[in-house]
């Protein structure tokens, strides 16, 4: 059972769904995987909850 766990920036609901079906068909052409087995799990992180270089994203200009 694949499971996949995307850290990311706050998304629309419709890139989430598009990137998991993309995903999921990946499992199923490489590892030959039935699709109902391949979860996904979105983790989104906002500005304030990360840095980079020393730098909060909330606080660095076009991340």
């Given at each position: 059972m694949p499971i996949v766990t995307i850290q990311q920036?706050?998304?629309d609901?419709?890139?989430k769904?598009?990137?998991a079906?993309?995903?999921t068909e990946a499992f199923v052409e490489v590892y030959g995987a039935e699709p109902q087995s391949v979860q996904v799990f979105f983790s989104e992180v906002e500005a304030e909850n990360w840095a980079k270089g020393g730098v909060?994203?909330?606080d660095s200009a076009g991340r």
């Amino acid at each position: 059972m694949p499971i996949v766990t995307i850290q990311q920036f706050p998304r629309d609901l419709e890139q989430k769904r598009e990137l998991a079906r993309r995903v999921t068909e990946a499992f199923v052409e490489v590892y030959g995987a039935e699709p109902q087995s391949v979860q996904v799990f979105f983790s989104e992180v906002e500005a304030e909850n990360w840095a980079k270089g020393g730098v909060m994203g909330s606080d660095s200009a076009g991340r």
